[in-house]
C-alpha cells in the first residue's frame, strides 16, 4: 500500500475501511513514547487493538498519545478505550474540545446522525499554527474547516507529506453539511485551495489509500464542490447516500421496508433534506438507494439492505 511512499523513520500506515478513519502510527518518539492519529470507531475498538498488537505496529510498547485530526465518530471513537487500555493522553484540536467537555451529541454528529461513541478525558489541545514533533520530524498543524470546522491536518515539510483527515480523500471528501450561508461550502474550498499551495507528494487521507496525485484529487473534490453548490439535489442526495452508508455499515443491516421512515428520523438527515423540494418518503428512499445499489456498495437480498464494502 505505502511501499513507494518514503516516510519518516518509525511512521506507518495502518488502513481500515470506510467505518473506521485509517490509523497514522509513529512508534518511536523522542518527546514522550508512540503516537497514533485517529482511533477508529467505538464498536470496532477490539480490532483497533488488535492492529496496534501487531509486531510491526507497537507489539508490546506502550502508547502515549493520541491525536485526532478531528472528532467525528469514526476518528474518535477508540479514544476512551486506548485511555483505559494505554493510558494514553488524548488531544483533539483546541475547537473540538468544548464539544468532548460537554458531550454535544449534536455538535459531535452522535444520536443526530445514528452514530455512537465513548465519552473520554481530554488531556491536551491542538491548535492551527503549532508544530509538533512526532518522531524526528516536524508537523505543522493545519486548520482545514469545511466538512468539519474544527478540523486539523498534519503536514510534514520535509517530506511533503500531507495527513488530510476528511478535507481531501483521492476521490472526494467527507460529507459537508448545508448552513444559512454555505458558509461550510466555501471554507471547504479554501481548505482545497490552502492544500493547492502547499508542496506535497503524498497523502495519507483519512479513508482509503495513501496518493500521491494530489493536483487531480483536489480537481476532484473542487467539482463535487461545484456541483453541490450549483445543485442542491445533487448535494442532498450524496449527503444521504454517505449517511445512509455509514450507518448500514454500522448496523450491517436494516430491512428496506424501514428506509423511507429512516431517513425521515434522523435530524442530520433531516438538516440534509431542506435542500431538496418535498416529496414522499418513499420516493426519497428510492433516490437514495438506486444508486448505492447501482455502484454496488449496498446490496438488497430478501427485503434486507446490507453494505458491500469493508467497514
Ligand atoms: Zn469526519
Redesign the pocket.
Known sequence: MTDSMPLPPGMSVIERGWLNANHVLFRENDNDGAVLIDSGYVTHADTTLALLRQPDALGQRPLARVLNT?C?S??MGGNARLQREYGAQLWVPEAEAPHIQSWDQAALWLDDAGQQAEPFRVDGLLRPGETLLLGQTEWQLLAAPG??NEALMFYAPEYRILIS??ALWQNGL?AVLPDANLTGLAAAQATLALIAGLDIDWVIP?HGAPFADVPQAIDRAQRKLAQMRADPQFWALSLFKSLLLFNLLERQQMPLDQLPAYLQALPLFRQAGRLLPPMAPTNLAEQVLQPLLAARLIACRGGMLRPLIVA
Open positions: 478531528h467525528h469514526d476518528h466538512h468539519r483527515g476528511d467527507g483519512g
